[in-house]
């Protein structure tokens, strides 16, 4: 709503109270607002100090007359109008009023009615001339060109801007109907329509271009209007014409970028896309068509940006514009036909007069990356679980401080720390003090690429030491070089190697004591037989009897060694067969104790066997378990020195038969007792020779658990061994026959 107008003010000037008294009630009530001034000189201040609309001025006055004050308003461009009141009834001075610029000559004494007539005439042509002063000022101050003709072409007004336009002043000079439109390049008959057009009344408004005197290609706009008479006639043509060159410039810049910028952004493989305020999608490329599946003509119809989304998405979507979080955000977008595949939009808002205008945007389609990053976690995952499932342990480390950053399972099996505990520790502190400077000398190494493996010893959590096996390399990832050692704990590997060392150490020692044992018989035999042969006929009965006798003993001899040979090489080929039947042991044990008898008497030992189950019978091969008994007895007799004892008892319980074979030898060092059933293995006695291949118990061991027994040893330095052999019973007919 515009504001209120005041009253307008009335100064009257007349140096008689009573005239101002009397004049001021009518100026009131014809609804202005009186101001009084006694003299010429005051009511030029009031004219400075206030905004007057008319002025009442009394001509004849002390001091500066009404005619000077008249003139000083003219002097000084004071358009509001002035009625002059005078006394007087002189013509001659009414006409130089009226000359001077009054509006009007009042004598007094003044008509009230007369003066309200003229107050408001006046009032009403100072308004009407004002709007037409503010008409004509906004009329050539106008940056449009404004000109206007009669029906004829002939000029009768034209603003400043016209003659800035510069289009038409050579006509306007020389006198002559002008063409308000020349233009280029319209149909002939473009004039007489536009004749036509203002003749019936109507407007006409467009675009044209023109060649200026420059002879460049102008543009402009125009209006042209008829001016009709009271009659409703044609009286006269207004022009409307602005030079629209620069603005015709810019839109076909804008229209060559705007197509420059769809042929480059078609040229790119990721859709482009642009949105009003709305979300409607205005622009896209046609990668953004291929990729969603629509056509221009869907473009055309509207899509709403959020149809590209999947529907779970459209929420965050819309929250992040409401927020103006622009930049880039993943999404899952949604073809035409319903499939779905991730994208990575990048958007940024379009800037328009006030506020945003919409949002321009590129999308990417991270199928395959998001297809990569999966193969990625897949492997990962899979690294994460080899890494875990390695049986040795895997330490990383940071290369600049040594801190440990990563660790498999094993790792923490084998350090006995937990993860905590193994974050806060360095890689050196995983190794006993003495071997941290060889630790640190091998980490440098290996830094270098010139470290291979390590065999050294770590220390546990609780102080164990470890015989380990390292073997180290150096990689980067993120940016950080990583330094990984894979610990291999070795310490059976150790055992198993002392183990090979001492099997072949017995090995060999096996060979030697066969060697020897082969040849000793052999070299008997041969000699004994070369002696009969070459004294056959010089020989007696009884020596040659004595000879073949010690070439039988060295035969048995060497056949036994033969016999436990054979045997301890079926039992590595797994190709032991025993023939299995009920049998007595005890007549076993006394057919073993006879054959033996004359050994032990050769030695002066005492061989007793007790029989305390004579009733008992087992299920056995005979010949095995006969070997078997005749390894342990023979084995007492040969480590009981002359003059000693060698016992057997067989006995039994309610589930298994005994055998023990108890001797006063010297009984086995309490560190070999768990050693002597493994094969080749002899126990060391400095200072004795006593003959033996070692086979003999592994052979005795493998007969007995065959036959589901077992057998043990007890001994006691310098009083003596007992082997003990366990074999259980038939029960029933049942068992037996199994």
Known sequence: MSPTREKPTVLVVDDSAVIRKMIAPVVSKLGYRPVMAENGDEAIRQIHAVHVDALLLDISMPGRSGIEVLQYLRKNNFLLPVIMISGSGDISQAVQCIKLG?????????????????????????????????????????????????????????????????????????????????????????????????ASGQAWQGEFSRRCKNGDLCWQQAIIS?????????????????????????????????????????????????????????YSNRAGLTAFGYTEDDLDKGIHALRLFAPEERPGIEKNMRGREFGSHEYTAIKRDGRRFPVLVYSAPIAGKIGTAGLRGLVIDITERKEAEERVQENQKKYHNLFQAIPDAIIVADVDTGSLVEWNRQALLLFEYSPEELAGMTI????????????????????????????????????????????????TAAGQRRFVSIIRDITEQKKSESLIRENIRLKNDFISTVSHELRTPLFSILGFTSTIMRDYEELDRDTMMEFLKIIHDESSRLSALIEDVLMISKIDSGRVSYKKSRIDPSSTLAEVCRSLKKRAEEKEIVLKLELHATSAEIYADPDALKQAAINLIGNALKFTPPGGRVSVLLSQNEEALSICVEDSGPGIPEADLEKIFEKFYRVNRPGEEIEGTGLGLPIVKEIIEAHQGTVTVTSRLQEGTTFTVRLPLIKTKTEAAA
């Open 102 to 198: 009054a509006y009007e000559y009042l004598t007094k004494p003044v008509d009230r009615n007369r003066l309200e007539i003229t107050l408001k005439n006046a009032l009403s042509e100072s308004a009407l001339k004002e709007k037409v002063r503010l008409l004509s000022a906004a009329m050539d101050q106008s940056p449009i060109a404004v000109v206007i003709t009669d029906t004829l072409g002939n000029i009768e007004y034209t603003n400043t801007a016209f003659s800035a336009l510069g289009c038409l002043m050579n006509e306007k000079d020389s006198g002559t109907p002008v063409t308000l439109i020349k233009a280029e390049a319209v149909p002939d008959d473009f004039q007489g329509k536009l004749r036509e057009t203002i």
């Open 226 to 282: 008829p001016v009709l008479n009271s009659a409703g006639a044609v009286s006269h043509v207004l022009a409307l014409m602005q030079d629209i060159t620069a603005v015709r410039k810019n839109q076909e810049a804008l229209a060559e970028s705007n197509k420059r910028f769809k042929e480059l952004s078609d040229l790119l493989p990721q859709p482009v896309f642009e949105t009003d305020q709305k979300g409607t999608v205005t």
């Open 428 to 475: 050196t502190g995983l190794y006993p003090q003495e071997f941290r400077s060889v630790s640190e000398n091998y980490y440098k190494s290996a830094l270098q690429q010139k470290a291979g493996t390590l065999e050294t010893q770590i220390v546990t959590r609780h102080g164990l030491r470890i015989d380990v096996h390292i073997s180290s390399s150096t990689f």
